[in-house]
């Protein structure tokens, strides 16, 4: 059985571009490739993504030091986050 959906053309270039990249042989493939891999990605998250943008909310005056130092400077910030109360 199929179904037909309505995507943007934009979309559609994108998973005509994503199928020639996974050298996937249809649209369909493609699709069921990358809904796959989004599945697989989104179940390994156990992050509180709240907490993250708190967090990076916060971030403004570190922000202007290298890039090399984001998990650094996150675990800073972090750590200085839990003596707050909220």
Do not use: C, P
């Amino acid at each position: 059985m199929s179904t037909t959906i309505r995507v943007s053309r934009e979309d559609k270039g994108r998973l005509t571009n994503l199928a020639k990249r996974l050298k996937a042989k249809s649209m369909a493939e493609a699709l069921r490739r990358a809904l796959a891999i989004a599945e697989e990605n989104d179940e390994r998250f156990q992050g509180n993504l709240a907490a993250l943008r708190k967090t990076l909310l916060y971030s403004g005056e570190r922000g202007r030091r290298t890039s090399e130092q984001v998990d650094e400077e996150l675990a800073k910030s972090l750590h200085a986050g839990e003596g707050r109360t909220s």
